[in-house]
């Protein structure tokens, strides 16, 4: 058996070993789960010329017809090479579906299944722990490096270059969400065609996006301690049916990002928010961005309460 890890997981996904048919990538961040399933459909196909070389399954239609699968498993491919099946359990069990695959290996075949968070011990995940020919793979959220090295990939793959500030500002943006992360940095790579480096001002113009003047003043008035002023414009903003996900998901990581530069060159800002006091909100602002991105239904009350207890640091220390 094989159980791969968050940490070794890109690599393994990269170059899945030969003796290995049957993958399952699982783990509790979707957007990791999909891209390194992705990756590893794209390692494993052999041949584009043959429209039966990659077959697409999801869950639900799998526990319908369980026989479809085992049926698709044991056919030839029309021009040679190996086929590969790529499942999206859509949050089902599809222990009892899969488990014929495990009787015998399967020939010139490998099949990837997406799969969500599963628990230690779940069915699904004890059915591919078990063989040799068999690797459970772990997705949980992105560390701030692993982000870092998949910008730094993007970028060097047209021979760009990302400043130390743009990459910062890109992980900070960007954590916690590998989907999004990917598209966003591909539409960076490429408006920044032609240049050597990427740089803060190309973030700024592509993934964080022009901020409305509503948002600005909402955040200012956050980071300058104005409660009364914040809840004002937090009121007037949900009633205009303002972006609410957008807040903390980017215009709040993004207005950290600026003040901890501005305060790091010491380049002007207030004593209200140094480095060191910004560096210790950071951690719990990425996490309020990707519990939004996780549960859409909580931004409004995550937003708030982030608004209000950074205005009330703020207040404390003015």
């Known amino acids: 058996m094989a159980i791969i890890s968050n940490e070794k997981a890109d690599a393994f996904v990269a170059r899945p070993p030969a003796k290995i048919d049957l993958f399952l990538v699982h783990g509790n961040e979707e957007g990791l789960i999909h891209d390194r ?3 590893l459909v794209e390692a494993l196909s052999s041949s584009e010329a043959d429209p039966l070389a990659l077959i697409r399954h999801d869950g639900e239609a799998l526990i319908r017809d369980p ?3 085992l049926d698709d498993a044991c056919s030839i491919s029309m021009f040679g090479g190996r086929r590969t099946i790529w499942i999206d359990a859509k949050g089902r069990d599809l222990t009892k579906v899969l488990a014929p695959l495990f009787e015998k290996p399967l020939q010139d075949c490998a099949v990837v299944v997406e799969a969500g968070n ?19 793979i772990e997705c949980n959220p992105d560390e701030k490096k692993a982000l870092r090295k998949l910008i730094g990939t993007e970028a060097q793959a047209v021979g760009l270059g990302v400043s130390e500030d743009a990459l ?17 940095v ?6 920044a065609l032609g240049q050597q480096t990427i740089e803060v001002e190309d973030v700024e113009a592509i993934v ?12 200012n008035a956050a980071f300058g301690g ?3 002023q914040t809840e004002a414009l937090w009121s007037r903003f949900v009633a205009q049916a303002g972006d609410v996900g957008e807040v903390v998901g980017k215009s709040l990581p993004r207005a950290a990002f600026l003040l901890r530069m501005i305060a790091l060159r ?25 519990r939004t991105r996780r549960v859409p239904r909580l931004a409004p009350e995550v937003t708030i309460r982030a608004l209000w207890t950074l205005a009330r640091a703020a207040r404390a220390r003015g």
């Open 67 to 69: 026989g479809r699968l």
């Open 266 to 290: 010491g380049s002007g800002g207030s004593d209200l928010w140094t480095w060191n006091k910004l560096s210790a909100r950071a951690p719990a602002l990425l996490e309020m961005a990707a």
């Open 118 to 136: 599963l628990k230690k011990g779940a069915p699904l995940l004890s059915l591919f722990e078990g063989p040799a020919r068999a690797a459970s």
């Open 208 to 219: 964080a996006g022009a901020q409305p003047s509503d948002v600005d003043k909402l955040l």
């Open 186 to 191: 591909s539409k960076l790579v490429m408006y």
């Open 226 to 228: 104005a409660l009364p």
């Open 37 to 39: 399933a992705k990756q």
């Open 168 to 184: 910062e500002l890109l992980t900070t943006l960007l954590a916690s969400d590998r989907m999004m992360a990917r598209g966003e």
